[in-house]
């Protein structure tokens, strides 16, 4: 069974994007990359040789990204297999947000919860292997 294996990121309406950034730069230390937003590595327990990577993003409020939810937040979540994930949810009557999309960090599918929250689905690609992994 494909699954989730961790949260990919948290992204965040935000009204006033640079103000936001530099605020928690300010006072928390957050170094934010060019495209905005924040991602820090970590290791996989089982495969201490991988590196994983964790996104957080302010967006502008007026963002289309999160539609059609109206939630001022959007969560990413990685997965393993993201087409086989697709198929089981195709199959369990949950419909996609869009069309999956990849690009050369990876691939990505929408869906929303019973919540009206949208929900990102991740499949890394290229994630750093140390001489350990």
């Known amino acids: 069974m494909a699954k989730v294996t961790g949260l990919g990121g948290l992204f965040f309406k935000a009204e ?22 924040w991602g820090w590595e970590w290791r996989h327990r089982d495969n201490p040789g991988h590196i994983g990577r964790t996104e957080w993003a302010p967006f502008k409020a007026d963002t289309e990204y999160m539609a059609p939810s109206d939630k001022p937040f959007m969560m990413n979540f990685r997965v393993d297999d993201l087409d086989a994930l697709i198929d089981q949810l ?14 050369e960090y990876g691939k ?3 869906i929303m919860d019973p919540n009206g929250i949208k929900i990102e689905l991740w499949e890394p690609a290229g994630e750093v292997k140390t001489d350990e992994g």
């Open 16 to 37: 006033d994007t640079d103000k936001t950034r530099e605020w928690y730069s300010r006072h928390l230390g957050i170094p934010f990359t060019e495209w905005g937003g």
């Open 90 to 103: 195709k199959a369990a009557g949950v419909e996609l947000v869009g069309e999956p999309e990849a690009h």
């Open 108 to 110: 990505f599918a929408w």
